[in-house]
Nanobody, 119 residues
Framework: QVQVVESGGGLVQAGGSLRLSCAAS????????MGWYRQAPGKQRELVAT???????HYADSAKGRFTISLDKWKNTVYLQMNSLNPADTAVYSC?????????????WGQGTQVTVSS
């Protein structure tokens, strides 16, 4: 079994910061990448940022310059530092993990953590 657990969401005022964490544990093989997606009410889920095991990162345009993704490979944990938050960032943020063994690729999702930015 693989567990993907997010933490760090909450309520923050516009202009504030939050740091999200996501830890993957259990029978997980070589992690290829970890990332964050978000889904606001009435909208489709969208990519926020991803990072590979080689620490190559990719950001959505909306996150560039404000958010920073980082990876602790020893802990199988990914972080998302979010600064200069605004109400448009309000969403459920979910962690996504991709891994593989010699035969297959796998992907896992966390339950999500709510981020609410008040104006």
């Amino acid at each position: 079994q693989v567990q993907v657990v997010e933490s760090g969401g909450g309520l923050v005022q516009a202009g504030g910061s939050l740091r999200l964490s996501c830890a993957a544990s259990g029978r997980i093989f070589s992690i290829n990448a970890m990332g964050w997606y978000r889904q606001a009410p009435g909208k489709q889920r969208e990519l926020v940022a991803t990072i590979t095991s080689g620490e190559s990162s990719h950001y959505a345009d909306s996150a560039k310059g404000r958010f920073t993704i980082s990876l602790d490979k020893w802990k199988n944990t990914v972080y998302l530092q979010m600064n200069s938050l605004n109400p448009a960032d309000t969403a459920v943020y979910s962690c996504h993990v991709t891994s593989s063994d010699s035969l297959y690729e796998y992907d896992y999702w966390g339950q999500g953590t709510q981020v609410t930015v008040s104006s």
